[in-house]
């Protein structure tokens, strides 16, 4: 029997488990959005934080049993198995990993050093926080995922790195770097059914990270944008949920751009 309580969800005519997803970073900003939002189309989630423990908790809270609150640094190895085990032995299994705690960055142009100001140890701050954390919470999931042969890793990455409206070198080189984590593990563990692919969302408004956002690039980037819009929490969030679906079966190694068309591949 699971700790937590079992959500079963009828399909076809047949009663299924449903599904339990980890989301890093996720007691504020888009990773709250994304908790919410998969919650609501029928997910068990477990929300992951660092330092955010009241909205954390408040957020489990608000979503009930079907939610699990649990502290852990993901760029720190044994913090982040402790929290695959504690979540795996509530709801009884993980089935998806969305990658999205942001550690340390805040999207302000007024602020951004310019790359001659820059530090590597900038660069290692955030591809610790992305490219490590991505991997930390991955390769701690991949053997329960290649036991049933089952499971899907979804990274959150940023149009930036193919339109750089304002130059956030250390951000977006570490997110570039996640498409290539993202493709090679999709290429190597399609063979055990698990799926890879990656969301990058354009600017979002608003999250804490880009609160401090100007409001002339929101509307600079509004008025480049076919549909004339800034990307919100929800449209990432909504994408992320069907990446995580069965609809999503056949989709793997793909980075699919949630901007309003700012970007087109």
């Not at 990773?31 to 330092?51: A, D, Q």
């Not at 804490?208 to 929101?218: L, Y």
Request: proline share 3%; aromatic share 8%.
């Amino acid at each position: 029997m699971y700790e937590g309580y079992a959500f079963f969800i009828l399909k076809k005519g047949v009663i299924h488990l449903a599904k339990t997803v980890l989301v890093t970073g996720s007691g504020r900003g888009l990773g709250s959005c994304i908790v919410e939002t998969l919650s609501e189309n029928g997910f068990n989630v477990i929300i992951n934080y660092n330092k955010s423990k009241e909205k954390a908790e408040a957020l489990q809270k608000k979503i009930g049993s079907q939610a699990i609150a649990i502290q852990a640094d993901v760029t720190d190895r044994q913090a982040v198995e402790k929290m695959v085990e504690k979540g795996t032995g509530h709801f009884g299994q993980i089935d998806v990993v969305v990658n999205n705690a942001l550690v340390n960055f805040k999207f302000n142009p007024t602020t951004q050093k310019a790359f001659k100001n820059l530090t590597y140890e900038d660069y290692e701050q955030q591809l610790d926080g992305t490219l490590k954390a991505a991997f930390n919470v991955s390769q701690s999931v991949i053997p329960q995922f290649i036991e049933r042969k089952d499971g899907a890793i979804i990274n959150i990455g940023t149009n930036l790195y193919q339109n750089p409206v304002v130059p956030y070198h250390e951000y977006t080189t570490a997110k570039a770097a996640l498409i290539g984590f993202t493709r090679n593990i999709a290429a190597e563990l399609g063979q055990y059914g698990i799926r890879a692919n990656i969301v990058s969302g354009g600017l979002l408004k608003t999250t804490d990270a880009s609160a401090v956002t100007t409001p002339e690039v929101f509307e600079l980037i509004a008025d480049s944008t076919p549909l004339r819009k800034v990307t919100s929490p929800q449209d990432v969030a909504n994408m992320v949920a069907y990446l995580c679906s069965d609809a999503a079966d056949g989709i793997t190694g793909q980075n699919i751009t949630v901007d309003g068309g700012l970007t087109m591949n």
